[in-house]
């Protein structure tokens, strides 16, 4: 049976024998937020939308060295913002997941066919990364990740998104802005616009990789207007609200004109 203990905002469960958490060990802690009242059997898998679950490897400190190895890096996350430009304090709830950090180790690159290829980002560098990509790790102290090297989007060299320089085959893209008013003059609520599919490219990766290592170049190019698939890549806001999305070249339908 799962041992739950209650405090005015919050409950601790015990997973050990939860069958909602298949995968999770028996050490792993599940943490609910402002949950109010709970009646006896209404703990649902329904239930668990928004949890937020710890379950990152804790590295031993007698171990002071990580080193990546084939084709993956080792990201020190940023930490997660616990207060709005405001001032205002966020519940853990309401903290956006990182997905940005710096690179302290890099493994010594992958082979295809008979081509060695070093990594393509450096030690020191700001990376951005896909949102539910690698692992991670509890190290010094701090927050890692351990993951591939394809799985990183892009690199970040100022403090605003818009600058994001994109990796292999990410393009990236401005999104145009949402229909405001129907074709017949309706205004339209925020809940109701359309999701945009289209919006300008504005930096493309150097493409990928053939079986000698060579680069394919990207169909598409800065300043093409492209339709994209509506529920592809990773999502951006800038520093002035405006909307961006990486993904992948291959997630590119058309091209605009």
Do not use: W
Not at 92 to 110: N, R
Not at 167 to 180: P, S
Not at 200 to 209: H, M, N
């Amino acid at each position: 049976m799962a041992t739950s203990q209650l405090t005015a905002s919050s409950m601790t469960v015990s997973v050990r024998n939860l069958a909602s958490f298949e995968g999770l060990r028996p050490s792993s802690i599940v943490k609910f937020s402002s949950f109010g009242s709970l009646k006896p059997g209404s703990l649902t898998q329904r239930s668990f939308k928004g949890l937020v679950v710890k379950a990152a490897t804790v590295v031993a400190p007698k171990y002071t060295s990580i080193k990546p190895l084939g084709d993956r890096v080792l990201v020190k996350i940023k930490e997660t913002e616990e207060k709005t430009e405001g001032g205002i304090l966020l519940p853990t709830t309401a903290q956006s997941k990182p997905q940005g950090g710096e690179v302290v180790a890099i493994s010594e690159g992958k082979t295809i066919g008979k081509t060695k290829l070093e990594c393509s980002v450096k030690t020191g560098a700001q990376v951005i990364y896909s949102k539910y990509a690698g692992t991670e790790l509890e190290f010094n102290g701090s927050n890692h990740l351990i993951l591939k090297e394809d799985d990183i989007v892009g690199i970040l060299e100022t403090d605003d998104i818009k600058d994001l320089k994109p990796l292999n085959d990410r393009v990236y893209i401005k999104v145009a802005e949402a229909e405001e008013k129907t074709a017949g003059g309706l205004l339209l609520t925020e809940s109701s616009k359309e999701k945009p599919s289209i919006g300008t490219v504005i930096a493309v990766g150097p493409g990928t990789l053939d079986e000698e290592g060579n680069r394919k170049p990207l169909s598409v190019a800065p300043g093409n207007t492209v339709l994209y698939s509506k529920y592809a890549g990773n999502d951006f806001k800038g520093n002035d609200g405006t909307s961006y999305i990486a993904l992948r070249a291959s997630d590119v339908m058309a091209v605009l004109s």
